[in-house]
DNA sequence: TGGTTCTTAGTTTTT
DNA sequence: CTAAGAACCA
């Protein structure tokens, strides 16, 4: 036992108010409205260990629930620091983690095998795909993609097959899909992402004894990241807090950017009602940024309707200006950053100390080029992560497989891979068989005979040799008599393919030391622990973290990160904001909640640069500056180029116009002549050089500044600046 | 069965 | 443009 009283003023120093208050709220339920870089985590791991250092709960009784991985480590790591305890038994993980930690424990009651499997986003569209062709529909007509959007959707609803209303065919026919879909999952033994919450949910409502053990077990629920819960994870907090347990949730209204996945920001109305909540405390201190950043964020969200209301302020300076560029063109745009950055480097700036931001992933190629040619080391995030890489998979499907025959998934992935002259023919065979005798595919496959019983023979003979082997002498062993390891050393034949299955060989290599290291590390080293442990967290990144390199990756993934400076690029209408948002309800909002955790993530530099023109599709995009720049106030910025607006007021052959032309000359050198026309017409017919013929269907802004939207013949709709594209009237 | 060419689509995606 | 998937041929 140590004292309590040095415990917690250690604690508790350094908080603010705020802070403070929220730390040491008494047992009830409570919403922290946590602003961008307010110390959000902090006061989470804070709380945690005021409660238990206090005594008001054990360890035992704390559930704190994240969304990624990264932040329930995170977690542990901050509590182990603030108070020596064993941290290991706790129930600290993400929703996913922790629901299927439920299930294991009651695999029975949730009616799940033993070693039941999860299947990840592209197993599950496999699994999709392979019922589609048995149910024979016609996949141009439901693609499944769009099926297992429905499909997962309901589920985040909390909705089974059963219970979802289908009023025409249309939907009708992908409830059909959805039922034999969950149907084919169980015969199966796998569960999805959202069954996983689903189940479990279903497991906690249905069996009261269970459900009591956990609602008198855990006294303190914690949430991070409450804004982007989605209705199922709140029935299920609901359920696990009763009537009496306290839901201590953290949030921001305002950083909610996964609308389009489900999540559900009103989960915080709700909140406050379900709960009775009397405290809602704000977190407004910003210790992240400095001012300037700060006023432009809040000046930008204050355009959004519906909003909680919190504003940011910080003690610290005003710092720089918000510096923006206009670049003619995507590559001018690239070769901007990388001067900037070079001169950042004379400035001691570390490489991992920037970020370069973008809204979709395509623009990191530009990107890229220019940082490649400038010998710039960098790091793209959220690509092909290490358990999704096809070798793995498949290397991972021969463990699922011995660990569980009935997973079709799996068979149907590794069959005839490496090649054995199984084709689609023998395939299709084996599932009419496998369907004929109502059993599984492996059960169907040992019936067979030639080819496909040597099969099930090589899955029996992996299984008896690895039996009672430790986990990596088990992985060793697959990957060396599977043939795996053979195929890829086969396939070094040219220069090109060699480097590509060393490296492939290299990521096995890799798996075998992630196998070793998980081990040492989890509490429970058994095969399927790791399968479980593959799906659920696809592992970060590999080797080469260590390196002083930038940091690219999407806005979405810069959620939660910060840096010294920031470069947001592609700030044009119809890119960020993307265009495909605008027409969604609620679009505009969420793409403007997008571009404030973008601006929030800057310490103390921030970049926003846009292009007139962009290589999009193969095709030369003109846009114009996006709506959000011009909602940051003017006197926040400082241009590095002519602004915008002020070229207009240039009269021809000034000074003041030379002198622009001459240092930016790469996008006017042909200056577009003045249109004759003094504006175009919705409905005129136009010819394009490049384009050809097509209608104007809508126009903004008056003269030779607007644009208008053209729909071509054969290029289809475009928005079209004016004052550089040439248009023709018909 | 496996390599080729053709077609088509192209936001964001913690698990 | 370019990457993935399907259709297509050897």
């Not at 396939?491 to 096995?508: G, M, V």
């Not at 080797?543 to 999407?554: F, N």
């Not at 500056?625 to 007021?649: C, Q, V, Y």
């Not at 032309?661 to 919705?682: K, L, N």
Request: charged share 25%.
């Amino acid at each position: 036992m140590w004292d309590n009283h040095t415990m917690n003023s250690s604690l508790l120093s350094g908080l603010n108010p705020e802070q403070r208050a929220a730390v040491e709220l008494p047992a009830q339920s409570a919403l922290i409205l946590a602003g961008a870089g307010s110390g959000k985590t902090r006061v989470l791991t804070t709380r945690i260990a005021y409660l238990i250092s206090t005594g008001q709960v054990s360890p035992h009784g704390i559930l704190a629930v994240t969304f990624t991985n990264k932040a329930a480590k995170e977690m542990v790591t901050r509590l182990s620091a603030l108070l020596p305890i064993n941290t290991r038994g706790m129930w600290i993980g993400t929703f996913h983690g922790l629901c299927n930690r439920m299930l294991r424990a009651h695999f029975r009651e949730a009616n799940l095998p033993q070693t039941f499997q999860i299947l990840d986003s592209g197993d599950q569209l496999s699994a999709i795909k392979r019922l589609m062709k048995v149910m024979n529909v016609d996949d141009e007509k439901y693609p499944p993609r769009e099926v297992a959007n429905f499909i997962s959707g309901s589920k985040e609803q909390g909705l089974r097959a059963s219970d979802v209303e289908a009023y025409d065919p249309y939907t009708r026919r992908k409830v059909e899909i959805f039922a034999e879909y969950d149907a084919q999952c169980q015969r199966e033994g796998v569960v999805d992402f959202s069954e996983l919450l689903l189940r479990c949910y279903e497991l906690l409502q249905r069996n009261q004894q269970l459900r009591e053990h956990y609602q008198a077990r855990f006294k303190h629920i914690l949430v991070d990241e409450f804004q982007d819960t989605n209705p199922l994870q709140y029935r299920w907090l609901k359920l696990l807090a009763g009537r009496d347990n306290a839901l201590f949730a953290v949030g921001d209204d305002d950083q909610s950017i996964y609308a389009f996945r489900g999540a559900n920001v009103g989960n915080m109305q709700e909140l406050l009602r379900d709960f009775h909540v009397e405290s809602v405390i704000k977190l407004e201190q910003n210790y992240r940024s400095h001012g300037n950043i700060l006023d432009a964020a809040n000046a930008l969200i204050q355009n959004n309707r519906n909003r909680l209301g919190k504003n940011l302020w910080t003690d610290a300076h005003k710092g720089e200006p918000l510096r923006v560029y206009e670049a003619p063109n995507d590559v001018e745009e690239a070769r901007f950053i990388v001067d900037e950055i070079q001169q950042l480097r004379r400035e001691d700036v570390r490489l991992s100390e920037i970020a370069l931001l973008y809204r979709s992933n395509a623009q990191s190629r530009v990107l890229e080029h220019a940082l490649v040619s400038a010998g710039l080391s960098y790091r793209v995030y959220g690509g092909l992560r290490f358990f999704e890489r096809q070798e793995i998979k498949h290397a991972l499907a021969y463990l699922r497989l011995m660990e569980n025959t009935d997973d079709d998934n799996a068979l149907l992935r590794i069959i005839n891979f490496p090649t054995r002259g199984i084709g689609a023919r023998s395939i299709e065979q084996l599932q009419e068989s496998a369907r004929q005798f109502n059993t599984t595919l492996f059960n169907a496959a040992a019936r067979a005979g030639g080819k496909v019983a040597a099969f099930v023979g090589i899955i029996e003979a992996l299984r008896n040799e690895t039996r009672d082997l430790p986990l990596p002498e088990i992985i060793d062993h697959v990957l060396q008599h599977s043939g795996l390891v053979a195929h890829y050393e086969a396939e070094k034949t040219t220069p090109a393919k060699r480097r590509e299955a060393e490296e492939r060989l290299d990521n096995l290599n890799e798996l075998l030391n992630a196998a070793t290291l998980f081990v040492h590390e989890a509490e429970d080293d058994s095969l399927t622990a790791f399968l479980t442990h593959a799906s659920l967290e696809a592992g970060e990144h590999q080797a080469g973290d260590s390196e002083d390199a930038l940091h690219l990756m999407t806005v979405h993934a810069a959620k939660g990160l910060e840096f010294h400076t920031v470069f947001i690029t592609g700030l044009e209408q119809g890119l960020f904001p993307h265009e495909n948002s605008v027409n969604e309800d609620g679009g505009l909002d969420e793409e403007r909640r997008l571009m404030y955790v973008a601006l929030t993530r800057a310490r103390r530099r921030l970049y926003l640069s846009f292009a007139q023109s962009r290589m999009l599709h193969g095709q030369v995009n003109y846009s114009v500056m996006s709506n959000f720049l011009r909602e940051i106030p003017e006197e926040l910025l400082h241009w590095l180029t002519p602004r915008f607006e002020a070229r207009r007021t240039f009269s021809s052959g000034s000074q003041e116009t030379a002198s622009y032309v001459a240092a930016f000359g790469a996008a006017h050198s042909e200056p577009a002549p003045p249109s004759p026309q003094a504006a175009w017409r919705i409905g005129q017919r136009v010819f394009h050089q490049k384009f050809g013929e097509g209608v104007v269907t809508d126009a903004e802004g008056s003269g030779n500044d607007g644009r208008v939207q053209v729909n071509f013949k054969r290029a289809g709709s475009k928005w079209l600046a004016l004052e550089y594209a040439k248009l023709t009237a018909l």
